[in-house]
């Protein structure tokens, strides 16, 4: 456990020395930080109507209390504002749900980061960017708030130097943070699915690997469109078509509008998704199909012309509507189990 306080820190201590120091304490994320003074931090908390000593939650690997104050430490350090702060304890209770895949963060060899998608009046409250043209064009708050949950997932709940894993530690590590673009969605947004009323905000934090470009060249029609997406989505070498992972589709609002004309709903999407992104069986190495689920090995080991899908459910697929004009969406393979949690935002 990372013992970052703010109380070490001198005020007459140079940007520079301090930053030096926390690079070579492991307490950064290699780029400079702000440094988390004293005043600073008193200055931040004034801002956050909470207990400085309330424990949010209890984080892996470390099991280390993250309390209102060691999360304000590396919101200070990512440069976040105060209004920032319930968006990051509401994502803290959300990686904190579930031990396993918080764990599997900091220890795994994929490149596999949490990704927040936030809905809500809060993303124009803030200036939350769901892409040029979106919301805003502003990627400040999304960096920040982003920079903040990986400084705190490392510094409270890892052990620098042992419990970071990736072969390719750059990727998705940082800005990995958006707003659904509602305004340019034909559908109700993602909150609203869960339950939530439009007018309330909220927080889902998402565990997938970095984003493949998907940028169609057929007609235009829905099934045209998604049959590139399926195409795309459909391989071989993405822990998805082991079924045990949720994948996430951003549609840019382009594609939606055209896909939501030709008649269909977002669940129908999904189950488009689900019916036609397959691999044949026959082109999995042997070795690939003892790590296949059970149920999978039960039903596909010994068919090797079935038609093998990429998530056990239609619903295992997460669409969310993100970006701006153009006809440029995205797709991220998910990671193994359950790492998709959303709650409301509150202080």
């Given at each position: 456990m990372v013992?970052?306080?703010?109380?070490?820190?001198e005020l007459?201590?140079?940007?520079?020395?301090?930053?030096?120091?926390f690079?070579?304490?492991?307490w950064?994320?290699?780029?400079?930080?702000?440094?988390?003074?004293?005043?600073?931090?008193?200055?931040?908390?004034?801002?956050?109507?909470?207990?400085?000593?309330?424990?949010?939650?209890?984080?892996?690997?470390?099991?280390?209390?993250?309390?209102?104050?060691?999360?304000?430490?590396n919101?200070?350090?990512?440069?976040c504002?105060?209004?920032?702060?319930?968006?990051?304890?509401?994502?803290?209770?959300?990686?904190?749900?579930?031990?396993?895949?918080?764990?599997?963060w900091?220890?795994?060899?994929?490149?596999?980061?949490?990704?927040?998608?936030?809905?809500?009046p809060?993303?124009?409250?803030?200036?939350?960017?769901?892409?040029?043209?979106?919301?805003?064009v502003?990627?400040?708050v999304?960096?920040?708030?982003?920079?903040?949950?990986?400084?705190?997932?490392?510094?409270?709940?890892?052990?620098?130097?042992a419990?970071?894993?990736?072969?390719?530690?750059?990727?998705?590590?940082?800005?990995?943070?958006?707003?659904?673009?509602?305004?340019?969605?034909?559908?109700?947004?993602?909150?609203?699915?869960?339950?939530?009323?439009?007018?309330?905000?909220t927080?889902?934090?998402?565990?997938?690997?970095?984003?493949?470009?998907?940028?169609?060249?057929?007609s235009?029609?829905?099934?045209?469109?998604?049959?590139?997406?399926?195409?795309?989505?459909?391989?071989?070498?993405?822990?998805?078509?082991?079924?045990?992972?949720?994948?996430?589709?951003?549609?840019?609002?382009?594609?939606?509008?055209?896909?939501?004309?030709?008649?269909?709903?977002?669940?129908?999407?999904?189950?488009?998704?689900?019916?036609?992104?397959?691999?044949p069986?026959?082109?999995?190495?042997?070795?690939?199909?003892?790590?296949?689920?059970?149920?999978?090995q039960?039903f596909?080991?010994?068919?090797?012309h079935?038609l093998?899908?990429?998530?056990?459910k239609?619903?295992?697929i997460?669409?969310?509507?993100?970006?701006?004009?153009?006809?440029?969406?995205?797709?991220?393979?998910?990671?193994?189990?359950?790492?998709?949690?959303?709650?409301?935002?509150?202080?």
């Open positions: 013992e970052l306080t703010s109380s070490w820190v007459d201590d140079s940007v520079e020395a301090i930053n030096a120091e690079h070579h304490r492991g950064t994320d290699g780029h400079p930080i702000i440094p988390p003074t004293e005043e600073r931090v008193k200055k931040f908390l004034e801002g956050v109507p909470r207990d400085p000593s309330e424990v949010v939650a209890v984080l892996e690997a470390s099991k280390a209390e993250a309390t209102v104050e060691k999360i304000a430490i919101a200070v350090m990512a440069g504002r105060p209004e920032y702060m319930p968006i990051i304890v509401t994502a803290v209770r959300c990686i904190a749900e579930e031990p396993e895949p918080f764990y599997t900091l220890t795994t060899a994929h490149s596999v980061s949490p990704l927040l998608i936030i809905n809500g809060v993303r124009a409250q803030l200036g939350i960017s769901s892409g040029v043209g979106g919301t805003t502003s990627w400040e999304n960096a920040a708030i982003a920079r903040a949950i990986r400084l705190l997932i490392y510094n409270i709940g890892g052990v620098p130097g419990t970071f894993m990736h072969s390719y530690g750059w990727l998705v590590q940082y800005s990995y943070c958006m707003a659904e673009n509602e305004e340019g969605s034909p559908w109700d947004p993602y909150h609203v699915d869960c339950g939530f009323s439009a007018d309330q905000s927080v889902t934090v998402l565990s997938v690997e970095p984003p493949h470009h998907i940028e169609p060249r057929s235009g029609s829905a099934q045209g469109l998604l049959g590139v997406f399926c195409d795309s989505m459909a391989t071989t070498g993405c822990r998805n078509v082991m079924g045990d992972a949720f994948p996430v589709v951003l549609l840019c609002p382009d594609h939606a509008r055209a896909i939501a004309a030709g008649g269909f709903s977002k669940e129908d999407v999904k189950r488009f998704l689900y019916e036609h992104a397959r691999v069986l026959y082109r999995f190495d042997p070795g690939h199909l003892t790590r296949f689920r059970p149920e999978w039960k596909y080991m010994h068919a090797p079935a093998v899908p990429m998530v056990e239609a619903s295992d997460y669409v969310f509507v993100v970006g701006g004009p153009g006809p440029n969406s995205l797709f991220m393979p998910g990671f193994a189990g359950p790492h998709y949690f959303t709650r409301e935002i509150q202080m």
